[in-house]
């Protein structure tokens, strides 16, 4: 039995519609299993299970039967207790492989906090003799549509300079834990995920006017100051403006190129990020 993780999340959620797509029978973990039942409806072969990953006993009762985990945990402060927990429950209940995603710049001494967590958890995860999957994947396509009230009046606002960004969509991350999770001889290896192209902001913005067909303008703030407006303008809390201002800034010390890994595992190239923004331009436009 594979279990998910996170299964209401963007990458969870496009690994359950996934397997729900090839007709691979799963459980889903949420604390809120009724809203996901729902949004599941009742054909797919999907058991929902409810659990909290701050609660141990409610994760072994979840995990129980598993031989497969798909982990994938939102950020927070307690992020890697949480995953901690999870890995633990399932050690105990006999699963044998878990497909953890991870970050990019995962390393003890990290620019990026997430990515020191991660480093833990991936440590932690090495000392319990499940196999490990690990998927280190670049800023995800998904997360650019936070961008669309800003880009809807006309701006891009960022504090990555002109440096080029490897936005991948969670489609092509869900794709492959599947495939590591569905064929033998995937597992147990680190995937560092990338899409085809690397964008720098002001193509990103360039991109955006062809598309919508308005102008738009890259605002280039340093680092501060974009820290002050995504806490002030787009209500971040602190500990997640700091973490996307600590993205940022390790593409400009650690310029981002696209590798072929999501090609050569699924054998098709990654989606681009131009089909990504043309399928969402809807929320690009300006409010009326
Ligand atoms: N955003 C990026 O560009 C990017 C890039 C590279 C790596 N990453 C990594 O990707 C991960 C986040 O993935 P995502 O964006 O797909 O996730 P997400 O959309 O943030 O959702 C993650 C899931 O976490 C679950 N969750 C949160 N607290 C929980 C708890 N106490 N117990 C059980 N489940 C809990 C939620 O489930 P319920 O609410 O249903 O319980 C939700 O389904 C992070 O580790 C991040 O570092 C992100």
């Known amino acids: 039995m594979i279990t998910i993780m996170g299964a209401t999340g963007a990458t969870g959620g496009a690994l359950l519609r996934r397997l729900i797509e090839l007709g691979v029978p799963c459980r889903a973990i949420s604390r809120t299993p009724d809203e996901l039942r729902a949004a599941i409806g009742g054909e797919a072969p999907v058991e929902v299970v409810g659990a909290d990953a701050a609660d141990p006993r409610a994760l072994r009762a979840a995990f129980d039967g598993s031989t497969q985990l798909f982990l994938a945990m939102a950020n927070s402060p307690r992020q890697v207790a ?6 633990d429950a399932a050690a105990a209940c006999g699963v044998r492989h878990v497909v953890k995603l991870s970050a990019p710049a995962v390393e003890p001494d990290s620019p990026v906090g997430v990515s020191r967590g991660h480093w833990r958890v991936e440590t932690h995860l090495a000392t319990t003799g499940m196999a490990a999957t690990l998927l280190r994947p670049y800023a995800f396509m998904q997360k650019l549509l936070l961008n669309a009230p800003a880009v809807a009046e006309g701006v891009l606002i960022a504090a990555m300079r002109d440096v080029p960004c490897n936005y991948i969509d969670v489609r092509d991350i869900a794709d492959v834990a599947a495939e590591t999770l569905l064929r033998p001889g995937l597992d147990g290896v680190t995937y560092e995920l990338t899409g085809p192209r690397a964008f720098s902001c002001p193509e990103l913005a360039h991109l955006l006017g062809e598309l919508t067909g ?14 002050g407006h ?28 696209p590798n072929g890994t999501v090609e050569t595992v699924l054998g098709r ?20």
Not at 214 to 227: A, E, G, K, N, S
Not at 231 to 256: F, G, K, M, S
Not at 269 to 288: G, I, N, S
């Open 82 to 87: 949480l995953e901690i927990n999870a890995i």
């Open 214 to 227: 308005r102008p738009v303008r890259h605002i280039d703030l340093p680092p501060d100051d974009f820290r």
């Open 230 to 257: 995504l806490v002030r303008t787009a209500r971040l809390p602190d500990w997640l403006a700091n973490h996307v201002v600590e993205i940022q800034q390790l593409a400009i010390a650690r310029p981002e190129s």
């Open 269 to 288: 190239p990654a989606r681009t990020l131009d089909a990504f923004l043309r399928e969402h331009l809807a929320l690009f436009a300006p409010v009326t």
